[in-house]
């Protein structure tokens, strides 16, 4: 599936985080703390993908849509409220709306959509543990189902939040069953299901021992009370002084 290509080839050995790559500030003049508001990428997401390929009109290619559609019929209920809770236009939310309820008519999506949605973007790996935790950290309420109005809060986050708001959101993610702490079991689950889903084919070539290697290297910084667990406090202040960290944080932009 050439959409699947294209996520693929955009991948490199920095998804799980190798902190011994050149930081991209010093190799390419740029600082990972810049925010992406461009139309590319938004376009890069998957989820954002996904929508879109069921809101654009037949025989369209969505891959080079900038969410100028045709006349929109769905409009969410509140989306003035939307705009100011999110960092998309109003034109945005009404695209990204058509093509959630046309994907799912019922306005909820379901943990097996994530896992559909992700092994259409990913055949060559099993994406089902990553789209099971990533799902996890979009139902905030746990109750098995995502609202429109949730699916794009975070969304706008992951793509367009600031850093602060999106390592709160990895946090989040990281902290598999939600008491406020992040293990180094938690934390190695999470990148060993990256791992499975896509590790096998970044360039360079990871070794299996990667996923460990990098939890290892993480907690090492983090963990400042050495007290087995890494706390939202911790994890803010290491990653937001640790460049290296912070370019790792880039996976985000990868795998969402």
């Known amino acids: 599936m050439q959409r699947a290509k294209e996520v693929t080839k955009a991948v490199d050995g920095s998804l799980l985080g190798d902190t011994g790559r050149t930081p991209l500030s010093r190799k390419e003049g740029v600082k990972w703390q810049r925010p992406h508001f461009t139309r590319q990428a938004l376009m890069r997401c998957c989820l954002v993908k996904w929508i879109l390929s ?42 990204l709306y058509r093509g959630f309820k046309n994907e799912c008519p019922t306005g909820l999506v379901d943990e097996d959509t994530f896992k559909l949605i992700y092994s259409q973007f990913f055949p060559q790996g099993d994406a089902t543990t990553y789209a099971h935790f990533l799902f996890n950290a979009f139902d905030a309420d746990g109750n098995g189902a995502i609202h429109f109005e949730d699916f794009v809060v975070g969304l706008s986050i992951l793509l367009r939040g600031t850093v602060h708001e999106k390592l709160k959101w990895a946090f989040n993610l990281y902290d598999i069953n939600k008491d406020g702490y992040i293990t180094k079991e938690e934390m190695l689950a999470i990148m060993k299901s990256i ?60 795998v969402i």
């Open 54 to 95: 069921s809101a654009a009109p037949q025989g369209s290619d969505s891959s080079d849509s900038e969410l100028e559609l045709s006349t929109v019929r769905h409009q969410p209920e509140g989306l003035d409220q939307l705009q100011t809770q999110t960092k998309f236009t109003k034109k945005e939310l009404q695209s």
């Open 195 to 254: 791992y499975d889903m896509m590790g096998h084919h970044t360039y360079p070539v990871l070794r299996e021992d990667a996923p460990l290697q990098h939890v290892e290297k993480f907690f090492q910084k983090m963990d400042r009370n050495q007290d087995g667990v890494v706390t939202i406090e911790e994890f803010l202040e290491t990653c937001q002084k640790d460049e290296n960290i912070m370019n790792s944080m880039q996976l985000f932009e990868n």
